[in-house]
């Protein structure tokens, strides 16, 4: 059984930072695509970041230089290390894993103060 527990959300002011982390049970994150989604009140799903199984990464355009996608693969977790935060950044943050399925976490909520 897939599991994906994802923490490290909260209430941060405008230009701080937040690191999300993201722990899988039940599957291998380094063998799989994985990444952030995240969805902010009134809006779609949004694409934050991916990491493929041979480390590459990719980035929304408007995230793009602020956050980072890493993964630490003995501990099966992927982590989102977000800087330079804005008010627009609030939303729910979903961590997910691609196989021939896409499971996805339950959700983390980062809220950005200006």
């Known amino acids: 059984q897939v599991q994906l527990v994802e923490s490290g959300g909260g209430l941060v002011q405008a230009g701080g930072s937040l690191r999300l982390s993201c722990a899988a049970s039940?599957?291998?994150?380094?063998?799989?695509?994985t990444g952030w989604y995240r969805q902010a009140p009134g809006k779609q799903r949004e694409l934050v970041a991916i990491i493929t199984s041979s480390g590459t990464t990719n980035y929304g355009d408007s995230v793009k230089g602020r956050f980072t996608i890493s993964r630490a693969n003995g501990k099966d977790t992927v982590y989102l290390q977000m800087n330079s935060l804005k008010p627009e950044d609030t939303a729910v943050y979903y961590c997910?894993?691609?196989?021939?399925?896409?499971?996805w976490g339950q959700g983390t909520e980062v809220t950005v103060s200006s």
């Open positions: 997910f894993v691609t196989m021939t399925l896409t499971y």
């Open positions: 039940g599957i291998i994150f380094s063998t799989n695509t």
